[in-house]
DNA sequence: TGGGTCGTGATTGTCGACAGTCATGTCAAC
DNA sequence: GTTGACATGACTGTCGACAATCACGACCCA
């Protein structure tokens, strides 16, 4: 059984005929952006989505909203909204705060494993797999952000599990922009050592292992920072722009 | 010099005359929930609202849905929105999330001190203590806070600064339903204790401070759920109604 | 041809109005 | 006096329309 009564991870099938909530709106989107399906700097067009999803513009709008204040869209005055491109810097930041939440979480959970969470989490891990040996890289990464909200499930603190949940989303748009050439797709067997460990409720040896496996993920990013993303010409030419106004 | 260019903690004089913008309306309500001049379960009523700061009932509604994903009110459909009053079980697990980002934040700052630091925690805490002695309840409980947020701004990680913002406006509604009668009012005695630790760069020294701190505040707290705020009639009678529907 | 200016279409920001829903008070019947 | 139905008022939810702003291409001039 659940702990908690959270919200559910992902969009329930949807039928055609209902007009969608603005909950309906808000999880299409950030399901795509997650998925990258919608990418980085990607224009996000009031009108345009509100015709797709058969709504109101102004759904749509508070949906945006909803989505600029969990950092997954930026939105600029008068030239609306696109997908989030983080920085280098804010890179680091959602890495580091990351790792200090998985930390405080992955203890609690081996501290709160049962029976129940362990089939969870294997069932998990072999669903994880499957996704791998189809080659559906969207559920490969859906699934892989998916396993560390279910830890976060079972540690019990729907407080942190709502900053894991925004951690992850601003994660997936990090790989998104800096994910290094040849890195291979999103490892996923760091989960399988993890979940020996919870398995055997060893608090350190998990904590160590989502250590291990958080130094994974960044290793497979470039932040070498000569990618600087939406370089602003008027500071580059600040004092060119001085000399001749 | 500030590290961040994050968002000023708190509103800057306003002037009359100009219109207030969404960000105004958003800031004033937060605040005034913080201070606790606006006590949990207040009803927000959102015309109300819009002709005490003369703007559009618009403006109104959407700084209450911000302030509703910041879990500092609570909107039922329908119904309005009122000042949150947060559970037994709510309260402990934002003091359990603080306690994991404090721990983080305090360790960073420490590691991150240097004279302007100093200077500026050092003036925070003379201002603490003053506000104390002008009995000045709500700037008491304000630069309490604030104190804590100018941690998070040394430490130097926006993400944690803004979960660590959610968390403090929190706290201060948790401790508004739960502070035992008897307490002495925020003790701002442990920042003192803390600023030394930080001052000489101990970062064990420092977040073993800032652990006691924690327990202080949680120690001040009644949690023992005798008082079930907002009963469910229909949950208590539950029995009742199966018998006879 | 390069560069600057102006107009036009597209997009966002804002507001008022109307419909839908709930709470409260009134009144009649028992 | 109590209960139930009903009417009324207040409040919220939603949408469309209009104003403000911006991006972009056409046009003109040197």
Redesign the pocket.
Known sequence: MSRLTAAPLHTPPFHLGE?M??DDVHRHIAEAIIDRRLPPGT??????LATIFS?????V?SALTRLAHEKMVT???????RVATPSVEEARQVFEARRLIEDGIVRAAAARMDTDARAKLEAHVAAEADAHRRRDRHAVIRLSGDFHLLLADIAGNIVLMDFLRELVSRSSLVIAVYERPGSTDCSHHGHDGLLNRLIAMDVEGAAAAMAAHMDEIADSLDLSSHREDGVDLRRVFADILKDSP
């Open positions: 007009d909530t603005e224009k996000l067009v009031e009108q345009n709504v109101s513009r102004a759904r709008r939105v600029e005055p008068n030239r609306g909204a």
